[in-house]
């Protein structure tokens, strides 16, 4: 299976932002030039979630935000946030999104899930796992990380694995937005203990990391935000850097 690079944009309020830890947020742009820019940057797909603070209002307006999105996205795209209905999900496929990506809804009703998967199909649903060290150990946090839970993370993995997962996208809360690298020996385990895709997302700052995760895991995929966001960095270079280095990527297209 190629590995995928795969630029993560943070939906807040009308504009795109990043932050450290999922806090302190910086404007980085507008929806539309970044989509324009990463389909012509040879990402392989594009993840664009919302992380707005006003729910019901936002969630309409998202969704004209992912119409007009993908009118101009001409690779996969994965869209979420604030989803705690089965209808959110349909109105984001009906607006173009090819998958919607559902994290807090799940950790609160692993139902739903089951549902989710059963209406829609799992090929389009993906399960968002954000997770910290407490307590000598990795647990499930929600809420953009606002609530802890006693759930570990392994267990977790397992569990929405069995209940209807397409894939499972890992938030590394902790390393987010800090740029210093991915624990290869922590998502080496979480990666065989599934057969589903998992996407990791956190602590990415330069190509060797990605190389890195790619060689020596069976994680399928990066999602990537302040490595793109921030200097130089573009997915064409990302894809440079792994062939020089002998490592296959998707054929250009």
Avoid at 8 to 16: A, H, N, S, T, W
């Amino acid at each position: 299976m190629i590995k995928r690079i795969i630029p993560l944009l943070l939906y807040k309020d009308g504009r795109l932002v990043k932050g450290i830890n999922y806090q302190n947020y910086r404007d980085v742009g507008s929806t539309s030039s970044s989509i324009k820019i990463y389909n012509n940057q040879l990402a392989d797909e594009l993840m664009l979630i919302n992380i707005s603070e006003r729910h019901s209002e936002t969630q309409l307006f998202f969704n004209e935000v992912v119409k007009k999105s993908a009118q101009n996205c001409f690779i996969p795209l994965t869209t979420g946030g604030k989803i705690t209905e089965l209808k959110h999900i349909e109105k984001l496929l009906k607006s173009g999104s090819d998958k919607v990506l559902i994290t807090s809804k799940i950790v609160e009703d692993i139902n739903f899930l089951t549902s989710a998967s059963r209406n829609f199909g799992s090929q389009c649903i993906v399960v968002g796992v954000e997770y910290r060290f407490y307590n000598n150990d990795f647990f499930i946090t929600f809420n953009n990380s606002k609530n802890k839970t006693d759930i570990l993370l392994k267990e977790y993995i397992k569990k929405v694995a069995d209940n209807g997962a397409g894939e499972i996208v890992l938030f590394d809360i902790e390393n987010d937005g800090i740029m210093k690298g991915a624990s290869i020996k922590n998502l080496k385990d979480w990666s065989e203990l599934i057969n589903l895709p998992i996407i990791h997302s956190g602590g990415i700052g330069n190509f060797k990391h990605i190389l890195d995760i790619f060689q020596k895991t069976k994680i399928n995929g990066v999602a990537c935000g302040s490595l793109f966001n921030f200097g130089d960095n573009t997915p064409i270079r990302a894809r440079s850097y792994l062939q020089n280095n002998s490592f296959p990527v998707r054929t250009a297209r």
